[in-house]
């Protein structure tokens, strides 16, 4: 059987293998990025548990469990930098600072949650 005429764009040329190449490397690397980032250490319990609600620093390290402050904070930038957590200060005596969702952030949790429910459903804990 002869392959068929490669796909075309609907008001554009025909679609090079080169270019269905790219775009596949493109759509890999978005998801490769983001897998980077959310396996490192915490990042999934932080996402899960601002998704709950709104925390300051030390609620949600023991809601982590003990997470190391150091470690912690890095995270909590890395996920402000990536738009998934607000990070806000709070003017009164003494200041402190709460962390919750951004919209970003709130969608990820739910996909998150989806992830937790076939987890629980197919993955064997051993």
Do not use: H
Not at 75 to 100: F, I, N, Q
């Amino acid at each position: 059987m002869e392959p068929g005429p490669l796909p075309t764009i609907a008001t554009g040329p025909a679609v090079t293998r080169a270019e269905r190449r790219a775009a596949a490397q493109r759509a890999e690397c978005a998801a490769t990025a983001a897998l980077t980032t959310l396996g490192q250490k915490w990042v999934l319990r932080i996402v899960r548990e601002l998704g709950e609600r709104t925390q300051r620093f030390c609620e949600l390290q023991d809601a982590l469990g003990g997470a190391n402050s150091a470690t912690l904070s890095q995270r909590l930038k890395l996920l402000e930098d990536e738009g998934l957590v607000d990070r806000r200060v709070v003017a009164s005596t003494p200041p402190w600072v709460e962390y919750s969702l951004t919209d970003k952030g709130a969608e990820l949790s739910a996909a998150i949650a989806g992830i937790d429910r076939w987890a629980e459903r197919w993955a064997r804990v051993s």
